[in-house]
Every structure is written in C-alpha cells, then in structure tokens.
C-alpha cells in the first residue's frame, strides 16, 4: 500500500470532540480568573476599608481621650470675662474656646453628626515666673519665643484661670503684654487685669494655648464623602474664626455618636444620649458626658465588589438582632462594600 494511501483527515466527530474539551477547559480557566479577580477586588476592598476604620476610630478616640484638659484646673475656673464677647462682629462666642466636648446630632452631611472637642495642650506649657500685680497688663514668662500678637492664651494654676488675647510680645525681657483696647485682629481684651495674682500660688502658674477644633464629613469636588477636622484659629490671621478643613480620610460615608451621661455624678455613665445640639440644655448635658460613643460607616473606594444589596446594622450599637428593622439594606444597584466601625472612649480628664 502506497503511504498516500495510509493519510486520512479527522472525522467530523474527533473535531467536535476536541472543540467541546477545548471549550471546556476554557470556560474552566475563565471562572478561575474570574473568580480569583473578584477575590482579589474583595480582598483589597476590605483591607483598604478596615484601614480607614481603624484611623478614623483611632484619630478621633485619641483626641476625646484628650479634650476637656484645662492643666490641674476645670475648665469651670477658667474665666472668658477677659475676652470682648464677640472675635470681629462675626457672632462667634469666645465662650466655645472653654468647652471641652460638644456635639450637632445630624447636622452634617447624609444627616451624619458633628464632634466638638477643646482644651489646652499640655506639651505647650511655659511657666510664668513673674507678675508685678494682679491689675498689671504683662505677665513675665520663661519662654516667649513661640508667642505672637493676636494669640489667644490661657494662664492657670490649680487655683484660677484665665483667657486672654496677647497685645504684644517682648522676646528680650520674656514678657508677655495683654493690653485692653483694639488688636490687629480677634476679639480683644476687655480689661487688662487677670481675676487673681498668679504669684501668690507656691506651685507656679503656667500659660498654655487653647485648643477647639471639629469632626464632620464632607463631600469633596469630586463627589467622594470624607471625614476632616478643623478648629477654631486662636493663632495668626483670622483669629477666632474657623479654620480651612483639613481632610483625614476619604470614604467614611456616616459619623454617629452618643454621649454617655452621668446624670447624678456618681462617675458611672448612667445613660446613653444623643447630643441635643448646642444649646443650654445641649452643654449641660455635654458637660456631664464622661465618655462617647463613636460608629463610622466605611464604603470601599471602588464598586463592582459585591453583588448589591447589602446589609449592616449601623450605628454599631443598634441591636438588630433583637430589632431586625433597625438594619439598612444598601440599594439593589449599590455593589460597594460597606464596614461598621465602632469603639466606646472615655473622657480620661473627667473621670
């Protein structure tokens, strides 16, 4: 038999055979990338999400752990009579520079809340170390240097306090001068005397800045809600007013605290509130918060990573167990990831 004889081609059987194996295969290898790719989005989406979290409970914790420090004196010694009223006809009240916490109950954007925290730095402390009386418009300091006009400046021991507004700075003699009358800019002395001689305390007094800032959320240029602080400018130009918002963390999508009451002062947190707001009612009852509870809502940067329609029990102290209603469902079309982050702090400085 001649070779030409031997060849013959596949029959149309072998062919489909082997293109129903190789599209097999091939549907096989698909799913795999498919489903190791949607693993990956998944992945990164939630460690990307438990990051932003962990800061955003962390950063502000830190600083509610903090707030309310007024040096070894409350802030209910501290005396704002010093200062005119009101920082340059804008109606803000040199009042909220003594308040240690304070709170908006959804105000801010997506009905989320706003945090007020204030206080004194106390790595900024430098001693007084002379004051020629108690009606004299200068106090003698160890340190001037990191002092300006305008500044806005807080002098106590553990007996009296008191704000004022820095009228001048003398670097040579280490004095402070806290003149009444017109400033460049910010509210001004109403009075140059202090409501006690500082060097009748055996311990020292000390001067410190005054610390107020915020937390709320906001929706950038680009649509993308973020969590951002700013305070309440008590240094250089504008004095008093608040300052531009500094971003921390975009994506935080919801902000929700509570304020653990201890309504009859037994230092044990007796109830759990929401702020009332800022008003009379709303500071007492701040001021006898001595720990909150804080719950952020955080969305992945990127959609695609769920199927849609997911749900999470936030603030995170709901019990939507007992309370199914109380669950939120994401939209059917929302294929973003959502975490709950939440975290109780106490107010270390009133307890």
């Known amino acids: 038999m001649s070779l030409s004889a031997k060849q013959s081609g596949l029959s149309i059987i072998e062919v489909i055979v082997a293109l129903a194996l190789s599209l097999i295969i091939t549907l096989g290898l698909t799913q795999i990338f498919t489903s190791n790719s949607q693993s990956f989005r998944v992945s990164e989406a939630s460690a990307r999400i438990q990051e932003t979290g962990r800061l955003a409970t962390s950063i502000i914790g830190r600083e509610i752990r903090s707030a309310s420090y007024w040096g070894c004196l409350g802030s209910q010694g501290v005396r704002d009579g010093r200062l005119n009223s009101i920082l340059n006809d804008t109606g803000f009240d040199v009042e909220a520079l003594l308040r240690g916490l304070d709170a908006e109950d959804n105000q801010g954007v997506g009905n989320s809340d706003i945090l007020y925290l204030g206080g004194i730095n106390g790595n900024s402390a430098v001693r007084v170390t002379f004051q020629p009386s108690q009606q004299a418009a200068n106090l003698r300091v160890d340190d001037s240097d990191s002092f300006n006009e305008n500044d806005i400046l807080i002098v106590t021991n553990c007996s009296a306090g008191d704000i004022f507004q820095v009228t001048n700075v003398n670097t040579n003699n280490e004095v402070v001068v806290h003149n009444s009358g017109n400033v460049t800019d910010g509210p001004g002395n109403s009075t140059q005397a202090l409501s006690t001689n500082y060097n009748d305390d055996p311990d020292g007094a000390s001067v410190f800045r005054p610390r107020q800032q915020r937390f709320y959320l906001q929706d950038n240029p680009d649509g993308v809600r973020e969590l951002v602080t700013d305070g309440i400018a008590i240094m250089g130009t504008p004095t008093g007013n608040f300052t531009t918002p500094v971003a921390l963390l975009q994506d935080v999508v919801d902000f929700q605290i509570q304020f653990g009451v201890d309504s009859n002062q037994n230092g044990q947190v007796n109830d759990w509130e929401d702020p009332i707001g800022l008003t009379v009612a709303g500071r007492t009852q701040a001021d006898n918060t001595i720990a909150v509870r804080l719950s952020v809502l955080v969305r992945s940067p990127n959609d695609g ?39 109780t702090i106490t107010m270390r400085n009133r307890i």
């Open 305 to 343: 990573v769920t199927d849609g329609g997911q749900e999470y029990c936030f603030p995170g102290w709901l019990d939507c167990v007992a309370t199914p209603s109380d669950m939120t469902t994401a939209a059917a079309n929302d294929t973003f990831l959502y975490r709950v982050y939440s975290t």
